[in-house]
């Protein structure tokens, strides 16, 4: 190679170099400032794959002392943050807790259960220890992969409360973008993508926010809090039942094949101010009318029917309790029967008169309902 074609080729790579070196240096700044900002403003917390991929744990090693097993800190977002031994100590009575947003926010009131059920049950346990797995929007695609882990934690017992995020659950899988999981991990390893991740996140759900407190104004229906907006055919509505059915059934089964007794609970709805979109939003002003006209058993029957019939369904219907109660009967498992609590305890029998917060959640008084439902089941599987 001659002279003329050497500096030729160093000038191709100084041109080069002094192209992409600005842009280099721009990006290393702007993760560094990041990294910086992060010590003032923490990044939030994420849960990549959202749950849905098979090597995704809710408990971990404490990494302070390994006798010990804790949340997962990227699934506090969804989990409540709980700590407990990893081999179970001696007299203790172990017991899980399946479920969505229901159990995750009736958290308050498993110290209270676990002292009743520890006098109750003396002297056989000296210690009853009670572990939410309750995740927010979790239904039991996703329960059925937290059942596979905890039953390699020495339960006694699973309590599942599970039966509103059958279809709001799909929207999640949506969102968890699982193909793609590996590549999200490498990019919000920077600081910088964490930082424009979480601006993008802050933004939406301020939004959101907004939106909720508009229809808490407006105090009517439509009420979807979470639209997804697919509506389902019939085949399609079976085929998810006929999943949901399955995955209860598997959690069930894994229970069985260690001697773990489960307990399986019917699930309430609000009849009287459901979560509802398009036209079954405006049938059920039918049911607003009745009410209004004080017909009760019309209210509770066609209140009934539209929540089973409808498409998308972000509640939990006649489809789910019906299964759940042929799921404990040709599995011989107990059932906390807490629909019929709920209904027993209304003035006029129709959930949603006095004991839910919102289109799914039981306040304070119905979470009691739920959880004495639960404590007999309990009192008496541990007494055969």
């Given at each position: 190679m001659n002279e003329t074609a050497k500096k030729e080729n160093l000038s191709k790579k100084k041109i080069v170099l002094f192209t992409f070196l600005p842009l280099v240096i721009l990006l290393l700044s702007l993760e560094l400032i990041?990294?910086?900002?992060?010590?003032?403003?923490?990044?939030?917390?994420?849960?990549i794959g959202l749950g849905f991929t098979e090597d995704s744990r809710l408990f971990i090693p404490d990494p302070y002392d390994?006798?010990?097993?804790?949340?997962?800190?990227?699934?506090?977002?969804?989990?409540?943050?709980?700590?407990?031994?990893k081999n179970k100590p001696s007299g203790t009575l172990r017991i899980f807790f399946l479920g969505g947003s229901s159990v995750n926010y009736v958290h308050y009131e498993l110290p209270n259960l676990s002292?009743?059920?520890?006098?109750?049950?003396?002297?056989?346990?000296?210690?009853?220890?009670?572990?939410?797995?309750?995740?927010?929007?979790?239904?039991?695609?996703?329960?059925?992969?937290?059942?596979?882990?905890?039953?390699?934690?020495?339960?006694?017992?699973?309590?599942?409360?599970?039966?509103?995020?059958e279809f709001e659950e799909i929207e999640q899988l949506h969102l968890a973008r699982i193909q793609s999981t590996k590549l999200q991990k490498i990019l919000y390893s920077s600081a910088m993508m964490r930082f424009i991740r979480d601006r993008i996140a802050t933004y939406q759900i301020s939004q959101l926010e907004k939106?909720?407190?508009?229809?808490?104004?407006?105090?009517?229906?439509?009420?979807?809090?979470?639209?997804?907006?697919?509506?389902f055919t019939p085949q399609e509505i079976a085929e998810r039942m006929e999943k949901y059915k399955n995955n209860l059934n598997e959690i069930i089964q894994l229970c069985k094949e260690k001697?773990?007794?489960?307990?399986?609970?019917?699930?309430?709805?609000?009849?009287i101010k459901p979560n509802l979109i398009g036209k079954s939003a405006e049938e059920y002003?039918?049911?607003?009318?009745?009410?209004?006209?004080?017909?009760?058993?019309?209210?509770?029957?066609?209140?009934?029917?539209?929540?089973?019939?409808?498409?998308?369904?972000?509640?939990?219907?006649?489809?789910?309790?019906?299964?759940?109660?042929?799921?404990?009967?040709?599995?011989?498992?107990?059932?906390a029967d807490v629909l019929s609590a709920v209904e027993q305890a209304e003035p006029h029998?129709?959930?949603?008169?006095?004991?839910?917060?919102?289109?799914?959640?039981?306040?304070?008084?119905?979470?009691?309902?739920?959880?004495?439902?639960?404590?007999?089941?309990?009192?008496?599987?541990?007494?055969?």
């Open positions: 990041a990294r910086v900002v992060e010590i003032w403003l923490p990044p939030l917390v994420t849960d390994s006798r010990y097993l804790i949340t997962h800190p990227n699934k506090t977002v969804a989990f409540q943050n709980q700590r407990f031994l002292e009743r059920l520890k006098e109750n049950l003396k002297p056989k346990y000296k210690n009853v220890e009670i572990i939410n797995c309750g995740g927010l929007s979790y239904g039991t695609h996703r329960l059925v992969l937290i059942a596979r882990e905890i039953v390699n934690y020495e339960p006694d017992l699973v309590m599942i409360y599970s039966g509103h995020n939106e909720h407190n508009r229809r808490i104004l407006a105090q009517s229906l439509p009420d979807a809090g979470k639209g997804w907006n697919h509506v001697n773990i007794k489960v307990i399986i609970a019917t699930v309430p709805s609000n009849y002003e039918q049911v607003l009318q009745l009410i209004r006209e004080e017909k009760y058993k019309e209210v509770y029957e066609l209140g009934r029917k539209i929540i089973r019939e409808t498409s998308p369904r972000h509640q939990s219907s006649d489809l789910e309790n019906n299964i759940v109660r042929e799921l404990a009967e040709t599995n011989h498992i107990p059932l029998h129709i959930p949603g008169e006095t004991l839910f917060n919102d289109h799914c959640h039981l306040n304070p008084e119905g979470n009691k309902i739920m959880i004495h439902t639960f404590e007999e089941k309990i009192l008496q599987a541990l007494s055969e």
